[in-house]
């Protein structure tokens, strides 16, 4: 009895092993095509079938597109970017734009390098992800971002993808290279840059000084979990009282921002989306927690919003807040404006979904674990941030991100309000004296298409590259 | 044939000093159905107590009582002169004294081992982060996977998952440590490792209250055995006792079919 795969197989053997070569999977391309393509007669037949009317396809497409006359894009081009923001304020946008691409790649640099280290640290394999690692998951926006600009008809446009692009990848490189102090803290990199483009945007008083807030009194607190303090009176009064100077300082400075009724175009459906989705989730957590909550009040009144706003159709919501809304502010307030009554509804509305799937994702995670986490003595709250949270958020990335994808998509409706987006700038631009009539629809639905597209698609990528990381030792 | 009377009286405990736990008179429903029935139990301080008895008997629902998974209905449960009441602060009192193990590990998926063991001292006993990993890999060694405390539960087998949940129960520095049929879910290979690993604990001191169909752990490590029936204490006595020399009908019947 000397069956060698028995005798392998012992006690205490862990169960990933790691064979010193790994059977490669990778076959030849000749010998590829020969395995998935024609590997029987039908199988044969149905890719011949599928060549030919991929090749017609194309050929029509291509036909299409070269024929086609893209004068109504070039001239529209900032249309489809921001609306109607006026030229010579032009600078705001593409600083905030330039900003949140340099926070992004610092940060996210930072970030993965600081992951890179700690895994180095407990002996994960783990090695540096390369310029080519970062353009396949980059791809789409930049194909996109070159397909935009290719349309303009002055240069600075041209300096400005181009230097976006080279920043993407070249302050990554920075990032992982920033001393360790600043490298721990990326993602308040990420958020500081993010906030200064946010703030070319929309001045430094109001919302912003708000939100900087309370960005530093998180610092703050994570500072003092790191220094090891613990003094109660210490560790809640001093965030609050960071947060606060923030608030009054940044108000007081007062830069003037550009009022964002003005804001249109695909600035405004990027916006838009990730307003929806950075408020939305926190909301829907709290509705799905609450809905779980055993006091009635509570769990009814989440409950109703949330069967309400998932009950009704978006366009009737739009409709509901320009013509109800206002009446729930005082008259003349700034809350009355558009944008902001938008903007209040898509959190609502994507709260209510998020909430949904959340609640899905806490049902997913087994009993046991909250009881071991009972067990050790652990409090409720506790036990809901550090155990079951994490594994219900993670079961339901791909429902989160399907929902963040249909978020964007659905912001198009924001036209019925009297929203300028980019889906809107696809008629607006057929109205004008020069096309008027000449049918050119095919052509500018073509380009927002295209534009919807690519964010969507990485945007899922983005989601199963999450998953996969997630997933890496678990389960 | 010695004593014809049956003992049933789980109350008199071995160990040293004082009992540990307490539990007086409890009931316990499940609707209208009624899973203990006026237990009375002891168990003192360094006592191996190991609980057996037919599947649907109330083993599980008895030990989870005790740290209040569940709720007992009537009667009363003392852990380490803490009296377990609907007051919060006495349930994380005792929870802190008492550790539990279950028959499916429970480990935290989405947490790496050393995470998994540190997380509670960290939470509640509020220890530095330095401090617990260094507690944390001193245990691991004592279950001897010290190696595998980078890893995430699902890399591990069964068996070195479980001793990973006896780590992390024994992080918490209890006082007891309840014992839910620790080996039923594992393959027979490693039911070993966790057994030795749960003889050396009895060995060194740790009161410990164990719902097993190990026959062997509980000859070899049990002080008393109590076997329970339809939610009752039906006889109790040391493993000897019960081995060779069991006097209700019940306790023969069940034996008889398990051994
Ligand atoms: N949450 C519950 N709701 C309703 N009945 C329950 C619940 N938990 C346990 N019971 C019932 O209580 C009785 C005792 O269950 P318990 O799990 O304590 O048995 P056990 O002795 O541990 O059995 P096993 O050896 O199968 O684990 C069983 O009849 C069971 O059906
Ligand atoms: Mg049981």
Redesign the pocket.
Same mark, same amino acid.
């Given at each position: 009895m000397t069956d060698p795969l028995i005798t392998a197989t012992g006690d205490g053997v862990p169960l990933v092993v790691e064979p010193n070569t790994p059977p490669s999977k990778k076959l030849p391309p000749g010998e590829w095509v020969k395995a998935n393509l024609f590997s029987n007669w039908y199988n044969s037949l149905v890719t011949l079938v599928m060549a030919v009317i991929l090749i017609y396809l194309a050929r029509f497409l291509i036909g299409w597109a070269i024929g086609v006359e893209w004068q109504i894009t070039r001239t529209n081009l900032r249309n489809f970017m921001v609306g109607g923001f006026p030229a010579d304020e032009l600078w705001r946008p593409w600083a905030a734009s330039l900003l949140i691409i340099a926070g992004a790649s610092l940060g996210f640099g930072a970030m993965s390098r600081a992951e890179h280290e700690t895994d180095v640290r407990n002996g994960i394999p783990s090695t540096k992800p390369t310029q080519l690692d970062l353009f396949r998951r980059f791809w789409p926006i930049v194909l996109l971002s070159i397909f935009f600009v290719s349309f303009a008809r002055t240069t600075p446009p041209f300096i400005g993808v181009a230097v976006g692009i080279v920043g993407l990848f070249a302050l990554r490189e920075v990032g992982w290279r920033l001393p360790a102090v600043i490298r721990d803290r990326g993602v308040f990199v990420f958020a500081a840059f993010l906030l200064a483009g946010f703030g070319c945007l929309a001045g430094t008083g109001g919302l912003l000084a708000i939100v900087a807030g309370i960005i530093v009194a998180v610092l703050v607190s994570t500072e003092l979990g790191r220094a090891g303090i613990t003094t109660r009176a210490v560790v809640i009064a001093g965030p609050i009282a960071a947060g606060l100077v923030t608030y009054f300082v940044l108000s007081a400075i007062g830069l003037e921002g550009f009022g964002w009724d003005d804001w249109g175009g695909f600035h405004i459906t990027i916006f838009a989306t990730a307003v929806g989705i950075a408020t939305g989730l926190p909301f829907g957590i709290l509705l799905a927690i609450g809905r779980r909550s055993n006091l009635p009040v509570i769990k009814t009144a989440c409950v109703i919003f949330i069967e309400f706003v998932r009950g009704v159709p978006l366009i009737t919501l739009l409709l509901f807040s320009s013509f109800m809304l206002p009446l729930f502010f005082p008259a003349g307030s700034d809350t009355r404006s558009g944008l902001t009554r938008a903007m209040i509804l898509i959190t609502a509305f994507s709260a209510a979904y998020f909430a949904e799937i959340v609640r899905g994702g806490l049902q997913s995670v087994p009993k046991g674990q909250t009881e071991a986490a009972q067990a050790s003595g652990m409090s409720p709250g506790a036990i809901q941030r550090l155990i079951v949270m994490p594994q219900a958020l993670r079961n339901v990335i791909p429902a989160m991100v399907g929902q963040a994808i249909a978020l964007f998509k659905d912001t198009s409706l924001l036209a019925i309000i009297g929203i300028a987006d980019f889906f809107q700038y696809g008629e607006i631009s057929n109205t004008q004296q020069d096309f008027l009539g000449k049918g050119l629809q095919p052509v500018t639905y073509t380009f927002i298409a295209l534009g919807y597209w690519a964010v969507a698609y990485w945007m899922s990528r983005e989601s199963r590259r999450l998953e996969m990381k997630l997933r890496v030792g678990v389960r | 044939m010695t004593d014809a009377t049956v003992n049933a009286d789980a109350t008199a405990f071995a160990g040293t000093g004082e009992a540990i736990i307490k539990v007086e008179n409890m009931d316990k429903f499940?609707?209208d159905?009624q899973?203990l029935k006026n237990i009375n139990m002891n168990v003192g301080h360094k006592e191996v107590v190991v609980v057996i008895?037919?599947?649907?008997?109330?083993?599980?629902?008895?030990i989870?009582c005790i740290n209040r998974l !569940?709720q007992h209905d009537a009667g009363r449960i003392v852990v380490d002169g803490i009296e377990l009441s609907d007051d919060i602060r006495n349930i994380q009192e005792i929870r802190k004294e008492t550790g539990m193990v279950f028959?499916s590990f429970n480990l935290f998926p989405h947490l790496s081992i050393i995470d998994n063991i540190t997380l509670a001292p960290r939470q509640v006993r509020r220890m530095p982060k330095a401090e617990a990993e260094e507690l944390a890999m001193e245990l691991l060694t004592r279950v001897k996977i010290p190696e595998q405390a980078q890893k995430f539960p699902g890399q591990l087998s069964g068996g070195q998952q479980q001793r990973v949940a006896i780590a992390r129960a024994l992080a918490m520095r209890p006082k007891v440590i309840l014992f839910? !049929?620790p080996t039923s879910a594992l393959d027979p290979e490693m039911i070993k490792e966790v057994l030795d690993t749960m003889k050396d604990l009895a060995n060194e001191g740790m009161t410990m209250i164990c719902?097993t169909h190990e026959m062997g752990f509980a000859r070899e490590v049990a002080d008393r055995v109590v076997f329970?029936a339809d939610?009752e204490v039906v006889e109790v006595g040391t493993p000897d006792h019960f081995f060779d020399n069991p006097q209700e009908a019940r306790t023969r019947l069940f034996l008889s079919q398990i051994l």
């Open positions: - | 499940f609707g159905f899973a008895g037919p599947s649907g008997s109330g083993k599980s629902t008895l989870r !569940e028959q839910d !049929e719902v329970m939610g």
